[in-house]
């Protein structure tokens, strides 16, 4: 056996030891609590038939967009989408992945220095530890210690955070963080991808809905999450487009998009604007929910956002609970750690448009039930 093989084999082994062990498995047809299709528009059948139409044009981006890959609907939709966001103008990445990647490797250099949140997704990581920058993590939304490591930041200083966060569901204090950054000259990025599509008037993300849009720096909103698509885009100045389109590796060595995508990421957000209810009761079977967990909220990290995240702070019991609830017809997942931190172990829970309330409170009751449970075992 050689070198590589034996190490392969010994990490696998130490994840089964250790109870985190990812394999891949196919959903069941259960009633979703665990997607990330808040609006229900991967199911939409306005998108799906412009989609199923538009396959006929073609099938794949066929190259990059600085080769063969760029069109006129791809430059339209990144005008729609600038507009509709509020900014001066945005660039198509092929995932959200790609685009904080793309983004952050690029835009520092040796001797900038990048502060983020503790909690930011494993995306905003990688571009981080891909680029030259000096690079501090602050506790999870303490503007104290944000400040504290502002004031002794050196070289050109950018923020990074997530306006809402995926496993946590909370918000970040987006008005604290900008006013601090006007304070020491830091360039603030937002990570928008679970805020599009489920705040400001029409979806256009947190930072739109606090007026903040001509503070921040640049956004990254993404399409897999609300719009129920596919893809992302970075938002901010057209120098900021430009420089990307000439220095982004993850932009410029890829092959773009396929016609389908553009198209039903076009729809998705003429949906967004046409559908003038549609977020308010997604916040409203939020709100049901929070209603029917009231007993167990102790256990729920506050949150607004579709995303309720149940802590149970062990990894076997976590497995289990989750297991019983998919036993009984609700489609959820278990987060265990690294994905978080040990010790917080949680059931994810998403709430969506679609699910009925008669779903949401089956589902809390389920719930309800299995945490008393846990609790009486525990002190058993």
């Keep these: 056996m050689n070198t590589l093989d034996e190490y392969i084999r010994a990490a696998i082994q130490e994840r089964k030891l250790q109870n985190t062990h990812r394999s891949l498995t196919v959903n069941p047809l259960l009633t979703d609590f665990a997607s990330n299709d808040y609006l229900g528009f991967a199911r939409n059948k306005s998108i799906h038939s412009l989609t199923h139409e538009s396959s006929m044009v073609s099938l794949g981006g ?10 006129f609907e791809y430059e339209e939709l990144e005008k729609k989408i600038a507009q509709f966001h509020k900014a001066e103008a945005s660039l198509i990445f092929n995932t959200g ?28 990581r990688d ?13 999870h939304n303490n503007i104290k210690e944000l400040e504290k490591k502002l004031k002794v930041a050196k070289g050109k200083i950018i923020v990074v955070t997530e306006s809402v966060y995926s496993m946590d ?6 008005l604290e963080i900008i006013k601090l950054c006007e304070k020491f000259k830091a360039s603030l990025i937002v990570d928008e991808a679970h805020a599009t599509g489920i705040y400001g008037k029409n979806g256009e993300g947190l ?11 640049a956004r990254v909103v993404t399409f897999g999450k609300a719009l129920g698509c596919h893809g992302a885009a970075v938002l901010g100045s057209q120098h900021l487009v430009d420089f ?8 410029i060595y890829t092959t773009a998009l396929p016609h389908t995508s553009i198209i039903a990421i076009d729809r998705a957000y003429s949906e967004l604007i046409e559908s ?8 409203q079977k939020i709100n049901y929910f929070k209603l029917h967990t009231q007993n167990i909220s102790e256990k729920i990290i506050p949150s607004t956002s579709p995303v309720q995240a149940l802590i149970i702070g062990h990894i076997e019991k976590t497995k289990q609970i989750a297991k019983r609830i998919r036993e009984q017809g609700f489609l959820i997942k278990e987060i265990l750690s690294p994905t978080v931190p040990k010790g917080t ?9 679609f699910n009925t309330e008669n779903e949401i409170q089956e589902l809390a009751n389920i719930l309800n039930k299995e945490l008393t449970l846990s609790e009486k075992a525990t002190h058993a």
């Excluded at 571009?127 to 506790?139: C, E, K, M, Q």
């Design 276 to 283: 003038k209810n549609i977020m308010s009761q997604l916040h």
């Design 207 to 217: 930072v739109v809905e606090l007026g903040i849009e001509q503070k921040v720096f």
């Design 169 to 174: 569901g909370d918000v970040a204090p987006l």
């Design 244 to 251: 990307l389109v000439n220095f982004s590796r993850s932009f």
């Design 345 to 353: 172990e949680r059931i994810r829970i998403c709430i969506h448009v």
């Design 97 to 124: 992945y790609m685009a904080n990647i793309g983004l952050l490797q690029t835009i520092v250099q040796r001797g900038d220095t990048i502060l983020y949140d503790e909690l930011s997704h494993a995306s905003i």
């Design 127 to 139: 571009g981080i530890r891909l680029s030259f920058a000096n690079a501090f993590a602050f506790a």
């Design 62 to 71: 066929s190259g990059s967009r600085l080769i063969t890959g760029n069109t």
